[in-house]
C-alpha cells in the first residue's frame, strides 16, 4: 500500500486542519490550541525522557541485566502514551526477556531507518521469545530512543481515518516488520502536505495527522464501541450505569489492580454472544452491556433473586446464562431508562452490595488476563472515555501470547447452533482429544467449517480464537509454505522462512498447559506427501514431543508438541481429488458428517428465520427424496454425495419465502446436480424441476 496524497486533497486537508485550529500559523508559530493539546507536552516528556536516561546508561543497565529496571523508566516517562500493561507485553514481564528485547531494540535504534529490514532484528527476537508487540508501546519504544526516525502510532485511530479519508486498509493485526513499514510510510507521505508549514520533525508530523484523525473520529465510535452502542450519548449512559455498579461493588478507579475485577470486551462469536463490555467480579459477569442483535442494546445484571421487580419476574437472559452454582441470582436484562424507576435501582444496588460480600475474599477473577485497564480507566474518567470512544480499543490484546477475553463454554453451548445429536459431536470431541488428528468428511454443505470451530472451543472449554488456526490445502501448496522455505530478500539473496504449520507449532509449544487446534479445510486437496514431508510421522500421537531436524535446516531439533491437535476438513463430493493416502489415513481418525434436514435445531433455525412450516416441511421432504436418489445412484455419486442443509440456512430474515427458496435451488444446487450429473443433464434438470414443484 502506497499513499498519494494529490494536491487537492492536500488542500482539503490543510482546510479542515485550520478551521479545527484557526490560530495556527506554521509549526513554528503554532497557536495556543494547537501547542497545549498536542506539541509542548509531547515534546517536554522528549527532552525529560533524553535528559533522564542516556544510551550509556541504558546499555549499562542491559549489560548488568537489568532489562525490567529499563523497562520501567520508560514506561515512566512515555505512559501517557501505551497503556502501561502494553509496555511488559511487548518488552517481556522478566528480566531476562525484558534485557534481551531492549538490547535489540538499542542496537536498532542506533542506525538510520531504512525500511523494514531495521527493525527486523527486533521482530524475529519477538518470535523467538514468543510475543507479540502492542503498535502502541512498540512505536513509543522506537520513538524515544530515536524520534527523527520513529513516531508514536495510535493503530486503530489511524485505521479509521486511513479508511475513511483515504479508503485505503492499513494492515490489522499485531505489528509486523513489513506492516511497520506500511505505517511509516503512511505517515511519511503527509510530510509534503505540511511542508509548507516548516515542520521540524516527526513530533510535528504525528501530530498533524493524529488531530486530523481525531477530529474526523469525534462524531463517530470507534471499533469495537460501534459494535456495542447505538451513539455516543448511550455509551456515557451505560459507563455511567456501571460506574454505579462499581461504586455499588464499593471500586474506585485505584482498584484497577484488584484480581477480583475484569473488565473485558469479549470478541463476538455468534448472533446469540453479542458483541458486549463484561464487568467480571469475583467469579462471574455481575455487569454487561450488550449491543444490538436479535434485541436492541441492553444492560444485564447478576440480580438477588428476591429484589426482582415483579413485573419483571418473566424477563429472563437472552444472551447470557446464569450459572447453576448462583441460584440465588438471576441473570436480568433491563432498559437503561428503567433504572430511572428506584424500585429497578434499589435492586440493582442491593444485588452490587451482596455480590461484594460475596466475592469479598474472591482470590481473583477467572477472567483477569483478559482485563481492559483502559476500559476500566474510562469507568470513572469522562475525558478518558472520550478518547476511548474515538480512537477505539487496539486488536493487540487479542494476539495469541495475550489472548483475547474467552467465554468459559460447555460441549451443549458449542453445539448450539449444529444440527446434530449430542452424542455424535461428544464423540468427535473425544476422538480428537485422544487420537490428537481427527479428519471431518461429509458432502458438501454438511456444515464440516462451522462444526470444526465450535469442536475447538468445546474441546479448549473457552471461546479462543487466538489458539485455533484454519488454513485451506490446494495443488500448489507445499511444504515451504507449511513447514519451512527459502524466500528471497531485499538484498537479493535467500532467507529461511518458517510456514503455517512451523509457527502454529511454536505458539503450542510455548503453552504447552492448553490445547491449541489446527483445521485444514479440504484437506485432501493438497498434494499431502509433499506437505507434510519428513514430519508425517510426528504427527503420531506416540511421536508427539519427538525432535526430529528438518529439511531445510537439519542442524534444528524440531517438535509437534501434545498439546496440538489437527482437525481436517475433507469434501467427500470432490472428484477432482485422489484417494487419501495410507500413512495420513493410519494418522487421522475419520468421523462423517450427514445432512441434517430432519433435525429439530434445522426446522427450528427456519422458523427464527422467517420461514414458514409449510415450506420446511417443503425442504424436508424434497430434499429426503433427492438424497435418496444421489445415494442410491452407486455407479456415478453415492452417499458422499448428498446435499446438506446449509444451503438451506438463511444468514438473514427471510422476506418473500418462495423467492428465497427458489433462489437457493437455481443457484446453488441445480449448479451442483448439473457438475454430478454431467453426463446426464436431462436428469439434473428434472431433479431441479421437482424441487421447485409448487
Given amino acids: 500500500m502506497i499513499l498519494s496524497i494529490s494536491d487537492s486533497q492536500a488542500q482539503s486537508l490543510r482546510d479542515t486542519f485550520a478551521t479545527a485550529y484557526p490560530d495556527f500559523q506554521s509549526f513554528i508559530e503554532p497557536g495556543k490550541a494547537f501547542a497545549e493539546e498536542e506539541l509542548t507536552y509531547k515534546r517536554k516528556l522528549l527532552a525529560s525522557f533524553q535528559k533522564s536516561l542516556s544510551r550509556e546508561d541504558a546499555l549499562a543497565m542491559i549489560a548488568s541485566g537489568a532489562g525490567l529496571e529499563l523497562l520501567r523508566r520508560m514506561a515512566g516517562k512515555a505512559g501517557h ?23 535489540t531494540l538499542l542496537e536498532i535504534t542506533a542506525v538510520p531507518w531504512t525500511g523494514p529490514e531495521t527493525v527486523a532484528p527486533l521482530f524475529r527476537e519477538f518470535a523467538r521469545l514468543g510475543t507479540r508487540p502492542d503498535w502502541a508501546a512498540l512505536s513509543v519504544g522506537l520513538w524515544l530512543w530515536r524520534p527523527d526516525d520513529y513516531c508514536p502510532i495510535k493503530i486503530s485511530l489511524f485505521r479509521r481515518y486511513a479508511k475513511a479519508e483515504f479508503g485505503i486498509d492499513l494492515p490489522a493485526g499485531a505489528p509486523t516488520a ?7 510510510q503512511f505517515l511519511d507521505a503527509f510530510r509534503p502536505v505540511v511542508e509548507t508549514w516548516r515542520p521540524r520533525d516527526w513530533i510535528d508530523v504525528q501530530s498533524f495527522v493524529y488531530s486530523l484523525a481525531l477530529s474526523k473520529g469525534k462524531s463517530t465510535l470507534a471499533p469495537p464501541f460501534e459494535e456495542i452502542f447505538e451513539s455516543r450519548e448511550q455509551a456515557h449512559a451505560a459507563f455511567d450505569w456501571i460506574r454505579r455498579g462499581a461504586d455499588y461493588l464499593k471500586l474506585t478507579a485505584e482498584s484497577d489492580e484488584d484480581s477480583r475485577i475484569a473488565v473485558t470486551v469479549p470478541v463476538s462469536v455468534t448472533q446469540q454472544f453479542r458483541r458486549r463490555i463484561v464487568f467480571n467480579f469475583g467469579k462471574w459477569p455481575v455487569m454487561s452491556f450488550f449491543g444490538p442483535g436479535k434485541e436492541k442494546a441492553c444492560p444485564h445484571f447478576f440480580c438477588l433473586k428476591e429484589c426482582i421487580p415483579t413485573r419483571l419476574l418473566n424477563r429472563g437472559p437472552s444472551d447470557s446464562n446464569t450459572p447453576d452454582e448462583e441460584q440465588e441470582f438471576e441473570d436480568l436484562r433491563v432498559p437503561l431508562d428503567e433504572f430511572a424507576n428506584a424500585e429497578i435501582e434499589d435492586a440493582f444496588r442491593i444485588s452490587m452490595e451482596a455480590l461484594s460480600k460475596k466475592y469479598r475474599d474472591w482470590k481473583g477473577s477467572s477472567y483477569r488476563r483478559h482485563h481492559r485497564p483502559e476500559v476500566y480507566e474510562a469507568i470513572f474518567d469522562r475525558q478518558a472515555l472520550d478518547l476511548l470512544l474515538s480512537e477505539g480499543l487496539a486488536e493487540e490484546a487479542e494476539a495469541p501470547l495475550a489472548p483475547r477475553e474467552q467465554r468459559i463454554v460447555s460441549s451443549a453451548e458449542a453445539m448450539h447452533d449444529i444440527f446434530m445429536p449430542e452424542d455424535q459431536f461428544r464423540g468427535i470431541i473425544e476422538a480428537l482429544r485422544n487420537k490428537l488428528n481427527v479428519i471431518l468428511q461429509g458432502a458438501p454443505g454438511v456444515g464440516k467449517s462451522f462444526c470444526a470451530k465450535q469442536v475447538a472451543f468445546a474441546l479448549m472449554g473457552e471461546r479462543d480464537e487466538s489458539r485455533v488456526s484454519l488454513i485451506q490445502f490446494h495443488q500448489s501448496y507445499g511444504y515451504e509454505d507449511f513447514i519451512q522455505g527459502w ?38 486437496r493438497g498434494n499431502l506427501s509433499r506437505i507434510f514431508g519428513e514430519l508425517m510421522v510426528l504427527l503420531e500421537p506416540d511421536k508427539r514431543g519427538m525432535p526430529m531436524a528438518l529439511t531445510y535446516a537439519p542442524e534444528q531439533s524440531f517438535f509437534v508438541p501434545s498439546n496440538l491437535h489437527v482437525l481436517g476438513l475433507m469434501n467427500t463430493a470432490d472428484r477432482s481429488l485422489a484417494v487419501v493416502d495410507y500413512a495420513l489415513r493410519r494418522r487421522f481418525a475419520f468421523l462423517t458428517l450427514e445432512p441434517s434436514f430432519e433435525s429439530d435445531k434445522f426446522a427450528e433455525t427456519l422458523r427464527a428465520k422467517g420461514v414458514s412450516e409449510s415450506l420446511i416441511g417443503k425442504i424436508r421432504e424434497r430434499m429426503r427424496a433427492l438424497n435418496a436418489e444421489i445415494a442410491g445412484d452407486r455407479a456415478q455419486l453415492g452417499p458422499g454425495f448428498q446435499i446438506g442443509h446449509s444451503f438451506f440456512v438463511p444468514r438473514k430474515q427471510v422476506q418473500n419465502e418462495a423467492a428465497w427458496f427458489e433462489g437457493v435451488v437455481r443457484w446453488e444446487i441445480l449448479p451442483l446436480l448439473q457438475e454430478y450429473w454431467v453426463d446426464d443433464p436431462d436428469k439434473a434438470e428434472q431433479a431441479g424441476a421437482r424441487l421447485l414443484e409448487s
Avoid at 530478500?489 to 505458539?507: A, K, M
Avoid at 503450542?508 to 489446527?518: C, F, I, K, S
Wanted: hydrophobic share 35%.
Fill in 178 to 184: 513489513e506492516s511497520f513499514a506500511v505505517l511509516r
Fill in 487 to 524: 524466500r528471497p530478500n531485499t538484498s537479493g539473496g535467500f532467507d529461511l522462512h518458517s510456514g503455517h504449520f512451523y509457527r502454529f507449532c511454536e505458539r503450542a509449544m510455548a503453552d504447552q498447559n492448553r490445547p491449541y487446534v489446527l483445521i485444514i479445510d479440504e484437506i485432501n
Fill in 81 to 103: 502514551f501505551a497503556h502501561f500493561t502494553a509496555w511488559g507485553k511487548t518488552f517481556g514481564k522478566d528480566d531476562q526477556s525484558a534485557t534481551s528485547l531492549l538490547s
